[in-house]
């Protein structure tokens, strides 16, 4: 070999050296470090096992969605976890406050093995095609849903999607009704006797905070004196729309505080434009995230009393990051505080100022939307905490 080919090969040598080098120092920092790095080798063996020496055969998606959903669950937060893609699908629809469906909430009636029409969407299919609350869903399309649970009995429907389902309801009659996608707002109101103003809120999702705001509007134009808000069983949501509604209440000031993992403050404001009337908010053990600080917010600025139970006390905020196949990792990324930089995760929640409970029966009416303000215990003690609040001169 001659000196000129001797340095060619050299050089080759040398290239695929640096190659490879480059290619190692790019997979250790893809992994995190050397102890990721550790992890991607130890779970890439891990399949090899199984391609060799597994007697059955597997599908390799199944186990790799269990697999991440094992190592979400590593991280040990309540808050944290992997969908695959059919659940992120979900996942926005959910977040969106919409569903593929007729816009009805429906319980197993055990007499009959259907289901009850617990309550009806305003002017959704269901209600523009004359299903009524206490109804019962025998069939769809023909096909008894008698033996079904609630998961099988929306597959039926979502089947139907973009064109008519055919119910067979006890009435002995078949109805058809649209599935389409509906709008589920999570905002509902009216104006209770002496000038109470009732706002329940069920989610702070999409559409929350601009609802919320012109509930809020509508109640003071007819009248209202003084505002209940109902956040009870209500899972928190985006910061943007649980801030939307606490600027329009709240005076000018810091509303909500956030840091990432690095310490890095983010600070949300409210302008001076605010709502002064008393104020109370109904909380209780399913009160969680945005609910628990709108609550919290509220108190802080003594804006409003708090009626009902302790909250769970979640001061996690989760970022949603899409995976190149369509599914998607829910993580927690910032560390939530009050205006008065309380965090609810180390307090427990929030305890109310005012203890009032519902019974059993009462409990199941509330979830199933028949429990009707005038016949809620908690909603009537949150009435006379701020009649009491106002004849002390206290209250916004």
């Given at each position: 070999?001659?000196?000129?080919?001797?340095?060619?090969?050299g050089?080759?040598?040398?290239?695929?050296?640096?190659?490879?080098?480059?290619?190692?120092?790019?997979l250790?920092?893809?992994f995190?470090?050397?102890?990721?790095?550790?992890?991607?080798?130890?779970?890439?063996?891990?399949?090899?096992?199984?391609?060799?020496?597994?007697?059955?055969?597997?599908d390799?998606?199944?186990?790799?969605?269990?697999?991440?959903?094992?190592a979400?669950?590593?991280?040990d937060?309540?808050?944290?976890?992997y969908?695959?893609?059919?659940?992120y699908?979900?996942?926005?629809?959910?977040?969106?406050?919409?569903?593929?469906?007729?816009?009805?909430?429906?319980?197993k009636d055990?007499e009959?093995?259907?289901?009850?029409?617990?309550?009806?969407?305003?002017?959704?299919p269901?209600?523009?095609?004359?299903?009524?609350?206490?109804d019962?869903?025998?069939?769809?399309?023909?096909n008894?849903v008698?033996?079904?649970?609630t998961?099988?009995?929306?597959?039926?429907?979502?089947?139907?999607?973009?064109?008519?389902?055919?119910?067979?309801?006890?009435?002995?009659?078949?109805i058809?009704?649209s599935?389409?996608?509906?709008?589920?707002?999570p905002?509902?109101?009216?104006?209770?006797?002496?000038?109470?103003?009732?706002?329940?809120?069920?989610?702070?999702?999409?559409?929350?905070?601009?609802?919320?705001?012109?509930?809020?509007d509508?109640?003071?134009?007819?009248?209202a004196?003084?505002?209940v808000?109902?956040?009870?069983?209500?899972?928190?949501?985006?910061?943007t729309?649980?801030?939307?509604?606490?600027?329009?209440?709240?005076?000018?000031?810091?509303?909500?505080?956030?840091?990432d993992?690095?310490?890095?403050?983010?600070?949300d404001?409210?302008?001076?434009?605010?709502?002064e009337?008393?104020?109370?908010v109904?909380?209780?053990?399913?009160?969680?995230?945005?609910?628990?600080?709108?609550?919290?917010?509220?108190r802080?600025?003594?804006?409003?009393?708090?009626?009902?139970?302790?909250?769970?006390?979640?001061?996690?905020?989760q970022?949603?990051?899409?995976?190149?196949?369509?599914?998607?990792?829910?993580?927690?990324?910032y560390?939530?505080?009050?205006?008065?930089?309380?965090?609810?995760?180390?307090?427990?929640?929030?305890?109310?100022d005012v203890?009032?409970?519902?019974?059993?029966?009462d409990?199941?009416q509330f979830?199933?939307g028949?429990?009707?303000?005038?016949?809620?215990?908690?909603v009537?003690?949150?009435?006379?905490?701020?009649k009491?609040?106002e004849?002390?001169?206290?209250g916004?």
């Amino acid at each position: 070999m001659n000196r000129s080919s001797s340095s060619l090969l050299g050089g080759i040598l040398i290239g695929l050296l640096a190659g490879l080098l480059a290619f190692a120092v790019w997979l250790t920092a893809m992994f995190g470090g050397l102890s990721g790095l550790r992890a991607g080798i130890k779970y890439a063996e891990v399949l090899r096992v199984f391609r060799a020496q597994f007697v059955a055969d597997y599908d390799l998606e199944a186990v790799t969605d269990e697999s991440l959903r094992g190592a979400v669950a590593g991280l040990d937060d309540r808050w944290s976890y992997y969908m695959n893609a059919e659940e992120y699908a979900d996942y926005q629809d959910y977040a969106a406050n919409r569903y593929q469906g007729i816009g009805v909430t429906v319980a197993k009636d055990e007499e009959s093995g259907g289901f009850r029409i617990e309550s009806v969407q305003k002017d959704a299919p269901a209600d523009q095609a004359g299903i009524v609350m206490g109804d019962i869903i025998l069939a769809v399309d023909g096909n008894s849903v008698t033996e079904c649970d609630t998961e099988e009995l929306r597959s039926f429907i979502q089947a139907d999607f973009g064109q008519d389902a055919l119910l067979t309801v006890r009435r002995e009659e078949d109805i058809p009704v649209s599935c389409v996608e509906v709008y589920s707002n999570p905002v509902t109101s009216e104006l209770l006797a002496d000038g109470t103003g009732y706002v329940r809120i069920e989610n702070f999702r999409d559409g929350a905070g601009k609802n919320a705001v012109e509930a809020v509007d509508a109640l003071i134009s007819q009248g209202a004196q003084r505002l209940v808000f109902d956040v009870r069983n209500n899972p928190g949501g985006q910061l943007t729309e649980l801030n939307e509604i606490l600027d329009h209440l709240l005076p000018e000031g810091e509303i909500f505080y956030r840091t990432d993992k690095k310490g890095n403050e983010i600070v949300d404001y409210s302008d001076a434009n605010c709502v002064e009337m008393p104020m109370a908010v109904l909380v209780n053990g399913e009160s969680y995230s945005a609910a628990e600080f709108f609550a919290a917010a509220l108190r802080e600025y003594d804006w409003a009393i708090l009626v009902g139970e302790p909250t769970t006390g979640k001061a996690r905020s989760q970022v949603t990051v899409r995976l190149f196949d369509g599914s998607a990792v829910h993580l927690s990324k910032y560390r939530y505080l009050t205006p008065n930089r309380v965090d609810l995760t180390e307090t427990e929640g929030l305890k109310p100022d005012v203890e009032a409970s519902l019974s059993e029966e009462d409990w199941e009416q509330f979830v199933t939307g028949w429990l009707a303000p005038a016949d809620d215990s908690q909603v009537q003690a949150a009435f006379h905490a701020l009649k009491t609040a106002e004849i002390d001169g206290l209250g916004a």
